[in-house]
């Protein structure tokens, strides 16, 4: 299923605007040795992206070392909310450059403390207790764990999970991925993990939580051995959110039932979507979120938040990981909130989502190869196929990212079922121009391939 880009140097059209720069052939000759060499020593799995070689970043524009220049709508993979090496971020990392302190294992720390008690102060009530972790598949582990180990003390097993959703691809976080192409890979498939249709995807036709109580009977699972049910809080393969109401009711059967509610906040957090965090849309609190991605806007940082009755499942020194709380990581995390909130970057995505969501939503009316429209706020996704039909067409929707690419847009190739969908989510300090710029690219782009 998952292509990669030919490295065949080819001679595209200059360009030259404020936010993009393209000087030569894409990919560039110079850099293909480079290429060749990633694609000689890293597995196949690697090559998937569009063959930029980026030199450095900044702001909502990667450069490489070509004199070609790129707006990024990626942000890198929904990480760089507060843009690419923003100017706090760098100024946190230095400090414990020049210290130096680069690592102290799980023994205190200042700015562990510090980034622990501003991810507390950001998270509603009752959740105020932070794990920190390095990667978000690690994070999703970790609840998932913690959903067991306290189902274990209740006698209960069962997790719900949904089709469609991506939480990470260790083998935990995979096995509760929802997509085919993950499950499909499991060997011994947890007998107790279970997914529902989502109900946001747009190909699910009934929206209401009966949907839910009806499937989980038909599946023979008994309410009460349910010990959690993990989502997403938009799901990341199709930018589509829970309708509100269904959320709403998920969290009072929860309630009822004594099972936990885990959003996984990985890509939704730190204001993608136009509030702090995601499930803020529902006017709910889940029981534990974890974060990733967008909480440092750069280095790998991710956390596990919850209420203290289950974070506190595991005694001293029995729930630890060796990079946990790393102070680069910290400090670069801290940074991120910092320049987050000083700089109203959720706002901002809030209403630049407005901006993103008109611009999308004339594309997709314009063009018949665009199935569905999915988002919210700074991240939207765009199913390419034909309109009316249900099957995605990735093969169209990898040549349009890779002809955005050319021209000088920034995006990572498509994702979702069959590999059919287009995210588009800039960072989170994305202006007007900027943004209207980059949808002018995309219409480009999609009047070029489908004719
Ligand atoms: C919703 C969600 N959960 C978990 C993950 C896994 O995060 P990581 O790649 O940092 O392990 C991702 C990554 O794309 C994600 O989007």
Redesign the pocket.
Known sequence: MGKSYPLIPKKVPHIETKYRRIKTEIPVPESIPILEKLRTYEPLSMSGQPPVVWDHAKGVQVYDKYGNKWLDFSSG??VTNAGHSAPLVLSEIKKYLEKPLLHNYCFPSEIRAALVEKIASVSPEPLKKVFLL???????ECAFKLARTYGKKTNKKVVISYEG??????LG?QMLGGLPGLKGWIIHPDPDVYYLPFPGEPRCKDKSFDFFERHIKELGIEPENVCAVIS?TY??VSGALMPVEYAQQLRKWCDKNGALLIF?????GFGRTGKMFGFQHYGIVPDIF?L??GISSSL?V?AVVGKKEYMDLYEPGTMTSTHTGNPLCCAAALGSINAIEKYNLVENAAKMGDVLEEELTEIYKKFDCIQFLCGKGLVWGLQIGKKGTERPDPDTAFEIVGRCVEKGLLLFAPVGLGGGTIKINPPLIIQEDALREGCSVIREAIEEITG
């Open positions: 993979v929904l390095t990667t978000g598949a690690e994070a999703v959703s991506f939480h990470g691809r260790t976080a997403e799901q990341g996984d906040e990985i890509q939704a974890c990733g991605k790998p991710s």
